[in-house]
């Protein structure tokens, strides 16, 4: 096969770690990853001298809410953010679209949403509400790569959160058919015990709404997910780990071989509950951010394995759904943009404690490509993978600037935070879709497409 491009760089992320390599590419697919010497004569060459060549991102939760809500996000604005932040391939959750992806119908919505204006990759995740158990699988034959369920609200009245004998009956269906699930480990119970406690306390103050979230709503559901997990024999995966505490059910699950892993996200690695200040409800999601001491031990837990991947839960709403004028963090919505922010984020903590670039890419693209069915094609610079790659510098830094961003509404907690990591070029099998500094950033044409399971 004659080769498209060969992208060269000193520094490029294999499998194997950091090397001088030449990535040769044909049809959107890499071919051979050889040393620089080997580039074939007359081969268009795209050189990354110095900069670091990392994997295409893999962020298996993104809350695009495309069809239905858009004005919170839509295709075009989160696969422009995702491609400005090096992210390839996203795994869209099911909910807060309208209809939902619970239904084949809700599928077919959401395929014609974003087959008109993704600019990078995208793959669907399905969703397991009380209504639909037996028609999961139908689902999954139709491309979905996993399912997501709520033990507790989800926040909008069109996805219902499942008790414990439909989460059940759901995992022995998923069982069958070797599809993952997604859970939002909360239970309704502790929650209610947290909102009773933080009533007629001031609003506006960080610790009411941490309060109201308390690290036993999550702890008792992941025991129960594991407990789930067990009985039926189904591949569960709790997301968006925020209390500390139930790290030891996870070590649990890893001794017994349960399938049951977990993700935490750039938040709750990069803030601290002591530092929000009162009403500053950009900084609002679900769980909460926690303490100092609990963002420790998640870093530690996620250098050692136990937590293997980290995605962003980029959760977006409109300026006035976050409640930035009142500052009432009990009324606001609860979730943060950071699909354009999670590689710098990430790397900015990492940094400062001692982590390698190799590991970065392991979490950010490997194990969720993995997670997502889609290893072998995703998440790696190897034969046989999609040439998704990043032209990326590691030590250059920036401030955020929310009107700058290209999510839909510009709102963050990362404002005016200095961030090392600034994404140069980004490559979508073979294409660029992504120049920072160019005219036209993006270029004139989107090549982004639905994604299934390998």
Not at 296 to 307: N, P
Not at 446 to 453: D, E, F, H, I, N
Request: aromatic share 6%; charged share 25%.
């Amino acid at each position: 096969m004659s080769i498209d491009l060969v992208v060269v760089g000193r520094r490029v992320i294999t499998p194997e770690g950091e090397r001088p390599a030449a990535v040769h590419v044909a049809g959107g697919v890499i071919q051979a990853v050889t040393g620089l010497e080997a580039v074939p004569p007359g081969s268009p060459v795209l050189d990354a001298a110095d900069l670091v060549v990392l994997p295409g991102l893999v962020d298996t939760h993104v809350h695009i809410n495309d069809p239905g809500r858009d004005a919170w996000e839509g295709f075009e604005t989160a696969t422009r953010a995702a491609a400005a932040g090096g992210v390839t391939t996203v795994v869209d959750m099911p909910l807060n679209s309208i209809p939902p992806t619970t239904t084949l119908e809700g599928l077919r919505a959401k395929l014609d949403a974003l087959e008109a204006r993704a600019t990078i990759d995208v793959a669907l995740c399905g969703g397991l509400v009380p209504s639909n158990p037996r028609g999961l699988a139908e689902l999954f034959r139709e491309g979905v790569v996993a399912f997501k369920c709520f033990l507790a609200e989800s926040g909008v009245d069109e996805f219902s959160h499942v008790q414990e004998k439909e989460l059940r009956e759901g995992m022995r269906e998923l069982a069958k058919i070797d599809a993952p699930l997604f859970v939002h480990a909360e239970l309704p119970d502790p929650l209610s015990d947290g909102e009773k406690a933080a009533r007629g306390l001031d609003p506006r103050a960080y610790a009411t709404y941490l309060a109201s979230r308390p690290r036993r709503a999550e702890d008792a559901a992941v025991d129960l997910v594991l407990r789930v997990a067990k009985e039926t024999g189904a591949r569960a995966h709790v997301v968006h780990l925020s209390s500390s505490d139930a790290l030891n059910t996870f070590r649990r699950a890893r001794d017994e071989d349960t399938l049951l892993t977990v993700e935490t996200c750039p938040h709750y690695l990069t803030f601290a509950a002591e530092e929000i200040p009162d009403g500053a409800t950009a900084f609002k999601c679900a769980p909460p951010i926690r303490e100092a001491s609990n963002r420790d031990r998640l870093w530690d837990a996620l250098r050692q394995g136990l937590i293997d991947q980290v995605v962003t839960d980029h959760s977006p709403s409109t300026v006035l759904l976050k409640c930035s004028g009142s500052g009432d963090f009990m009324k606001a919505w609860g979730g943060i943009s950071s699909l354009q922010l999670g590689l710098a984020a990430v790397w900015t903590e990492a940094k400062r404690r001692g982590g390698s670039i190799p590991e970065l890419a392991r979490w950010m693209s490997e194990a969720p490509a993995r997670l997502a069915g889609l290893a072998g094609r995703k998440g790696r610079i190897g034969v046989g993978y999609d040439a998704d790659l990043v032209f990326w510098d590691p030590e250059a830094t920036f401030s955020v600037d929310a009107q700058t961003l290209e999510h839909k509404n510009p709102i963050t907690p990362y404002q005016d935070r200095v961030l090392y990591g600034v994404v140069r070029r980004t490559i979508l099998r073979g294409h660029t879709i992504y120049e920072r500094g160019a005219a036209s950033p993006f270029g004139s044409s989107r090549r982004g497409a639905w994604v299934r399971r390998r």
